[in-house]
């Protein structure tokens, strides 16, 4: 009996650090616009990196990435969800982070 409400308690000491642990995440976006497909995506995924790394966060999952032509620019959305793991990071804008 003993070692039956040793092992609920533990159980349930992992059921809450583990909800604590992933309370804490969000969707980060970013956007990239530029002339060709290519260099949009870069500046959109690149940006998402800084953003999430200047947040004090790390990247969780596969980035989601879509693109929409318009006339003369592509226009690139980025996403992904991200969790904490640090205190923010000094950064200027979302492509300066130290």
């Known amino acids: 009996m003993r070692s039956l409400k040793l092992g609920l308690a533990a159980t349930a000491v ?16 970013s956007v990239g616009e530029f002339a060709s497909h290519d ?14 790394y200047g947040q004090g966060r790390e990247g969780k999952g596969p980035v989601s990435l879509k693109c929409q032509d318009s006339s003369g620019t592509t226009t690139c959305r980025a996403s992904q969800m991200a969790c904490k793991v640090s205190e923010p990071k000094t950064c200027l804008g979302a492509w300066l982070c130290f």
């Open 39 to 52: 260099v949009a995506a870069l500046f959109a995924t690149n940006g998402l990196k800084n953003i999430i």
């Open 14 to 29: 992992i059921c809450a650090l583990s909800a604590t642990a992933h309370a804490d995440c969000v969707k980060v976006g």
